[in-house]
């Protein structure tokens, strides 16, 4: 059996437990610059604000309804999720991270468990220790225990946030009850595919011939099919690290000067290396990408992107920056109002297993000033120290006018209780 654990609404449990006033009150969460809504609370969805909606459109509904707006607070929900995570981990000794508010747990050998009252035990213990409301959903195969908790989320009072699909007949009545297009791994494109033809249910789409579904959506499709049906295809996905990293902005001003824009890139490239060291890889090549604002039609447009290959590779932020600040003298051109850019780090190789060249390799010396920056980073906060082209007052911030308090990871946002 598999059991899937989702965390509600996550963004906005989290503002929530800080703030148990707003409990009952819609609540949204911007994306970074405060640009679009990329969470809402059950309130919020109620009252019609849609998901990726512009904030900016939504001003008057916003005060109509007294919609509390933040900014994304991603610190603070990261160690959430870490803490919800540490908690379910004691769950079940096979276990995967799935997003930042989901996971799966594999019960092997749980045969002789009530998994009802297993499942309202970590239910309990989650809320009780974190204060993050959370459902599960528990069923033979990852598919069904998806299916699972969305029917524990959609009906909380009938199933006490937890349901399990353990037997043909309810597998069935849920099969009926999801639309195709809610299905797990079953994208927009597929779903139109398949209303076509005449596919309107998890259940309709199990009756479609194997010869089908491969045809059209690939072996990805037959296993799903296969798990939804009971037949467990899909395991547990082991962490991988990423194929490619990027950091990429939307200035909250237009850029028209080389240097403001040089600063941003080096800022950028220093972000890759940082999480490149964290997965212990080095790059071999990266993008740098420069864009004028599309909404300002009384501006000229210019876009431009180049992707150069490193002679060696690396992970230091001395070399990426380097790299990075050549790869811009490329594609800057003078007399635009630049409005976004990026740094995407791509082609990974172990640091542990590097292939260098006859006539140029990366700095050995970096190594250990690298090791040294971020335990500083780490010990005092992100970006103590910085090379000597980032901007040292930090002007270049996000636009994050709601953004509440770290609670849980900045000692001076810590909550004070009069007892």
């Known amino acids: 059996m598999f059991a899937l654990i989702d965390c509600n609404n996550f963004y906005a449990s989290c503002e929530r437990v800080f703030r148990p006033d707003l409990n009952g009150k819609p609540i949204v969460v911007l994306s970074n610059n405060d640009g679009c809504v990329i969470a809402r609370s059950n309130e919020a969805k109620a009252i019609g604000i849609p998901m990726g909606a512009p904030a900016f459109e939504l001003e008057q509904k916003f005060k109509q309804y007294n919609v509390q707006v933040f900014s994304a607070n991603f610190p603070l929900y990261g160690d959430m999720s870490n803490r919800v995570m540490n908690i379910l981990a004691d769950y079940s000794p096979e276990m995967e991270v799935y997003s930042i508010d989901e996971a799966f747990l594999k019960l092997t050998g749980f045969d002789f468990f009530n998994l009802q009252e297993y499942g309202k035990a970590i239910h309990n213990k989650v809320t009780k220790w974190t ?27 009938k199933t006490n946030s937890v349901y399990i699909i353990d037997n043909e007949e309810k597998k069935i009545k849920a099969l009926k009850w999801l639309k195709v297009e809610d299905v797990w791994g079953i994208g927009r494109q597929h779903s139109k595919r398949l209303q076509a033809q005449q596919v309107f249910t998890a259940y309709d789409f199990i009756q479609l011939s ?21 037949i ?10 990423k194929k490619s990293i990027a950091t990429t902005r939307t200035f909250e001003t237009n850029y028209t000067k ?55 590779p690396t992970n230091s932020n001395i070399e990426l920056a380097k790299f990075a600040i050549q790869a811009l003298k490329q594609i800057f051109k003078e007399g ?13 190789t172990s640091e542990e297993i590097l292939q260098t060249t006859l006539f140029e390799k990366r700095n050995e010396q970096h190594i250990p000033l690298m090791k040294a920056l971020d335990k500083i980073n780490q010990h005092f906060g992100q970006q103590k120290i910085r090379l000597a082209s980032q901007d040292q007052k930090r002007i270049w911030k996000m636009k994050q006018e709601k953004l509440s308090l770290q609670y849980t990871t900045k000692l001076s946002d810590i909550i004070i209780i009069n007892v």
């Open 232 to 241: 467990p295809t899909l395991d547990l996905e082991e962490i991988q690290n």
């Open 336 to 348: 635009y109002h630049y409005k976004k850019a990026g740094v995407i780090v791509q082609d990974f």
């Open 258 to 312: 080389f240097e403001q824009l040089k600063e941003r890139i080096v800022t950028f490239a220093s972000s890759c290396a940082e999480k490149l060291r964290a997965q212990k890889s080095c790059c071999n090549s990266l993008m740098v990408f420069i864009r004028t604002n599309g909404h300002r039609q009384d501006l000229s447009q210019y876009s431009k992107n180049i992707v150069i290959k490193l002679p060696y």
């Open 131 to 157: 204060g993050i409301p959370i459902s599960i959903g528990i069923a033979p195969t990852k598919a069904l225990a998806k299916l699972a908790n969305r029917i524990a989320k959609k009906f909380p009072q």
């Open 210 to 230: 194997d010869s089908w579904i491969k045809r059209n959506m690939s072996v990805v499709g037959l296993r799903l099919k296969q798990d939804l049906q009971g």
